[in-house]
């Protein structure tokens, strides 16, 4: 099954992040690697107490894991309505606390200082796919993540 898209701008499209995670299923998509290669830093940087935001979440398995080892304050948020709806199902009993949002990165309406920390795995990477995108929104991103931080 190719879930690749035929052009690289489909990549900031919800169109094609809700057709991906409805041929995908339910089987996780780890962009860049998995928590367990991950943790060594997470952990370095991020606090149990901290209240995390994730950027992008699609259905990696990170914001699970991270739960599991005692990070309940997690808000999760992506584009796709798919993905957030089969996230929440999967978790809204083993992980209560958890909270899952239809989002996008760039239109957050959370409060200044609400987390304290920011994970993305690769939304960037998906936003400025375009040569011809403009440098604002990736200016944008980076003084909302600020704004929120």
């Not at 005692?70 to 958890?98: A, F, L």
Request: hydrophobic share 35%; proline share 3%.
């Amino acid at each position: 099954m190719n879930l690749l898209p035929k052009f690289h701008t489909q990549f900031s499209s919800t169109e094609y992040w809700n057709q991906f995670f409805k041929k995908r299923g339910e089987k996780a998509f780890e962009w860049y690697g998995e928590y367990l290669q991950l943790c060594p830093i997470l952990h370095k940087y991020i606090k149990i107490t901290d209240k995390l935001l994730v950027i992008g979440c699609g259905n990696s398995q990170l914001s699970e894991d991270l739960y599991d080892v005692g990070h309940h304050d997690i808000t999760n948020i992506d584009i796709s309505e798919v993905v957030i709806r089969q996230m929440s199902d999967k978790n809204s009993e083993q992980r209560p606390e958890m909270k899952w949002s239809k989002m996008d990165m760039l239109e957050m309406d959370f409060p200044g200082d609400h987390f304290s920390v920011i994970l993305d795995k690769g939304t960037l990477d998906a936003i400025m796919t375009d040569a011809s995108q403009p440098v604002q929104v990736c200016l944008f991103s980076i003084l909302e993540y600020s704004r929120l931080s």
